[in-house]
């Protein structure tokens, strides 16, 4: 294993979401220039995430699944109007000439 790798500088630091307030101590070497208190009473370095599994839909099951097949229905049908259209506007250009 290569030596000198790792960062030197792992401390206890409090992540929160931002979306939801909900917040983890855990041990990382990411920077910040805040700081917020723990519920142990000691204050911590605080890094404010926009998403995590608090928030994630994955994670939390409020997932939204896409109909596909009606998107594709749905897109069959315009094209289908639209060569109506073309037809028509074709066939209307033939009769004036």
């Given amino acids: 294993m290569k030596s000198d790798i ?3 500088n792992y401390r206890l630091m409090i992540f929160r979401d931002s979306s939801n ?15 917020a208190k723990w519920e142990d009473g000691n ?5 404010l995430m926009g998403i995590s599994a608090f928030s ?3 994670y939390t099951g409020q997932q939204k699944f896409v109909d596909t097949a009606g998107r594709v229905d749905k897109f069959t049908q315009r094209a289908a109007k639209t060569a109506e259209m073309q037809a028509a506007k074709a066939a209307g250009g033939k009769k004036k000439a």
Avoid at 21 to 35: I, P, V
Avoid at 43 to 47: G, S, V
């Fill in 21 to 35: 307030s909900q917040q983890f101590l855990t041990r990382s070497c990411a920077h910040t220039n805040l700081s």
């Fill in 6 to 8: 790792h960062p030197k």
């Fill in 43 to 47: 204050e911590y370095p605080l890094y």
């Fill in 56 to 58: 994630h839909p994955f």
